[in-house]
């Protein structure tokens, strides 16, 4: 099945750092989505990159579709304690058309230090 | 407002044994799908359904069966439990799919024991 490499695997920060966090894959996808998941929860949706090149701003977050539509980054900006928890990158496979399979990276731990 | 709502939130199983992990939603959404989060390996697809009536086959669907009777409601049948499916199973529901403009929302997950 399609594999997307998801790192660093964990980050271990101080409060107030920059962190950057990147998805790749071999082949190209419509869509890239990030996501977070606190402890004991499902995933929640963070941002949404839907055209290669895209940059989207949700906050101290910002997240971009990668230009060859096989890679995508997110950033955090002044991290704060309640950014802690794992976060995935997914994407939406191009098969030559619309598809429904939503596929998950393996998640980057974050944890921050006040 | 419950979204999408999972039971049991926990469940131990002995090899052999059957059991079915409930999903509903209430946000009247066609799309529905089901994941395993095992440590390491992120979220993984096993089945998912664009509509009552209609299911597919994710990226690991051996040893799972799904039905979609009514638009709310998305269950997952283990026939006979397997230690290797011991994991966190997720339930995720969308208006039409999985694109970006209509966001997946998850459920809080089912940690299911096999021993």
């Known amino acids: 099945g399609q594999q997307l490499n998801q790192s660093p695997q964990s980050m271990f920060i101080q409060e107030g750092e920059d962190v950057s966090m990147n998805c790749t894959s071999s082949s190209i996808f419509n869509t890239w989505l990030w996501y977070k998941q606190d402890p004991g929860e499902g995933p929640v949706l963070l941002i949404a990159l839907y055209k290669a090149g895209e940059l989207t701003s949700n906050g101290r977050l910002t997240a971009q579709f990668g230009i060859t539509r096989k890679d995508s980054f997110l950033n955090i900006s002044a991290s704060i304690p309640s950014d802690v928890g794992i976060y995935f990158c997914a994407g939406q496979p191009y098969y030559g058309g619309a598809t429904n399979k939503l596929i998950f990276g393996t998640g980057t731990l974050l944890a921050v230090q006040p | 407002n419950a979204g999408v709502t999972q039971t049991p939130k926990f469940q131990v199983l002995k090899t052999g044994q059957s059991m079915t992990l409930q999903c509903a939603q209430d946000?009247?959404?066609?799309?529905m799908s089901w994941y395993r989060q095992d440590p390491g390996m992120g979220l993984r697809l096993i089945h998912y359904s664009v509509g009552a009536g209609i299911t597919d086959q994710g990226e690991v669907p051996n040893g799972y069966n799904v039905s979609r009777s009514t638009t709310e409601d998305f269950p997952l049948r283990l026939l006979s439990a397997a230690p290797s499916q011991t994991s966190v199973y997720f339930c995720a529901s969308s208006y039409t799919g999985t694109g970006g403009s209509s966001p997946l929302h998850f459920g809080n997950g089912t940690r299911l024991t096999v021993t």
């Open positions: 946000m009247n959404h066609e799309y």
